[in-house]
């Protein structure tokens, strides 16, 4: 038995029938590297041999009204691959507005709470062809978000996929185990108790947080505020639809532009983002007078010692849309991102875990129904989209002996909030996806082709 911290049960709190809070992630496969060719049955057979070795994958949600703490993983006794791994083919001419319509629609599905919280869609008729002959295959992975963050996400992906065509599956490795319903209230009892105490070391740094944040303010050395973003089309409630789309960049232009300017490949990936923004709502005469605000998620991996999945802080990013130079926006998008980590790093790490660990269910619930109904009004939003850059291997993937052509992320959106952009560096591409929900954005198809504009807008600069 494993207990969820309380940022990783945040997400169970904070979800509702349109506030879906998985993680996506859209893999474009070559079918002719697998040996021996495709063969849906066998590449079956070779997940759950992975699988085998990742209990992650294993692992449902287990709680009781009796247990005063979070909800805790325990291995599915009852684990059935075939209610996870489905089958889709695409309807005619299975190209990408097909695909993002599928993957759109799936993505907008809830997963089953009484299940392992994952899901794995493998989708056939790329293009119109065969993947048993050779043509590519497209596989949508769903995980709840809960049970992951970027970094940890990244990692269960690796462990599927491989550096060979031909890797042998690792060993078998065992799960968290099961717990009976007076053993999870047993030891959420303790737990309940112990939280005051925890509370007593939270407020210190708590404390020297606000002070740190008071002096940066007065000398004009911080990240951008909350509730400063300006009002745009998709800051508003979302619905329970969802609508994606994809595009790939080359990581050796945006490298070129990095070197040139002296900046960082996330400066530039911000700068690729406020330059389609920028130019999307110019089309729309709907450019806010003040720049967009991004909140981009940090980890914190490597900084912090508390259980849990996901490791996460964030930073407000000013995406400086209201520059219309191109290079002159990349160089304040750099200067503003210096002053937003540099504050974001001197906060406590472990901060945001800390104090969602106390917060109760009902909690997140009232919060985001508040949030929620307020909207309906002209309250400001708290930022206007999540951007969030993850790193990848520049090595070659295979998935299940398929090679990897593309990943594109997926994450979730939230009410006032109806934009993500998610991007992810591999073997010299930068893979770009976007979600958002057809009420809000129907053409966001037009803002992934802006991407590319705003790329060679950068280059040109570069000469």
Same mark, same amino acid.
Request: charged share 20%.
């Given at each position: ?211 740190? @944040?008071?002096?940066? /303010?007065? $000398?004009?050395?911080?990240? =951008?505020?909350?509730?400063? %973003?300006? &009002?745009?089309?998709?800051? !508003? ?118 104090? @969602?660990?106390?917060? /109760?269910? $009902?909690?997140?619930?009232? =919060?985001?129904?508040?949030? %929620?109904? &307020?909207?309906?009004?002209? !309250? ?84």
């Amino acid at each position: 038995m494993q207990r969820l911290s309380g940022l990783d049960a945040s997400f169970l709190y904070l979800e509702t029938p349109d506030q879906p809070l998985h993680v996506c992630s859209i893999l474009e496969l070559d079918t002719s590297t697998i040996p021996g060719g495709y063969d849906f049955h066998q590449l079956r057979e070779a997940l759950l041999l992975r699988i085998k070795a990742m209990p992650e994958f294993r692992e449902k949600l287990a709680d009781n009204r009796f247990n005063l703490d979070h909800p805790v993983w325990v291995e599915d006794a009852d684990f059935d691959v075939d209610r996870h791994l489905h089958r889709i083919g695409l309807p005619a001419p299975g190209g990408p507005a097909e695909l993002a319509e599928i993957c759109g629609h799936l993505a907008a599905l809830p997963l089953d709470r009484s299940r392992p919280l994952w899901e794995m869609w493998v989708i056939e008729n790329i293009d119109g062809t065969d993947p048993r002959s050779g043509g590519p295959l497209v596989v949508l992975t769903k995980v709840h978000h809960a049970a992951v963050d970027g970094v940890t996400g990244a990692n269960l992906l690796s462990q599927v996929c491989t550096t060979e065509a031909d890797t042998p599956p690792p060993e078998p490795v065992q799960g968290a185990g099961t717990a009976s319903d007076l053993e999870i209230a047993l030891s959420g009892a303790v737990r309940f108790a112990t939280r005051p105490l925890k509370l007593l070391n939270v407020l210190p740094t708590t404390a020297n947080s606000v002070l740190d @944040t008071v002096r940066r /303010a007065r $000398a004009g050395r911080t990240m =951008a505020r909350p509730f400063a %973003a300006p &009002s745009t089309p998709f800051n !508003a409630n979302v619905t329970g639809r969802r609508n994606v789309a994809f595009t790939q960049l080359d990581l050796e232009d945006v490298k070129r532009i990095k070197d040139h300017f002296g900046v960082k490949v996330n400066d530039v990936v911000m700068a690729l983002t406020s330059g389609a923004l920028r130019s999307y709502l110019l089309e729309r005469d709907q450019l806010p007078d003040s720049p967009l605000i991004a909140m981009v998620p940090v980890s914190v991996h490597d900084k912090t010692d508390r259980p849990g999945r996901n490791h996460v802080s964030g930073m407000f990013s000013r995406l400086e849309t209201t520059i219309e130079d191109p290079a002159e926006r990349l160089r304040a998008i750099a200067n503003a991102n210096s002053v937003a980590k540099q504050h974001s790093s001197a906060i406590a790490a472990s901060l945001l875990q800390d104090w @969602t660990q106390f917060a /109760a269910p $009902a909690v997140f619930g009232v =919060a985001m129904r508040v949030y %929620a109904a &307020s909207r309906l009004g002209e !309250a400001k939003p708290v930022h206007n989209l999540v951007v969030s850059n993850v790193p990848g291997p520049q090595v070659p993937l295979y998935f299940l002996g398929a090679e990897v052509k593309a990943m594109y992320p997926l994450g979730p959106i939230f009410h006032g909030s109806g934009l993500n952009i998610t991007v992810m560096s591999l073997t010299g591409r930068l893979n770009v996806g976007m979600v958002s929900c057809p009420e809000l954005m129907p053409d966001l198809w037009e803002l992934a082709e802006g991407f590319e504009r705003a790329l060679r807008e950068l280059l040109d600069t570069v000469g």
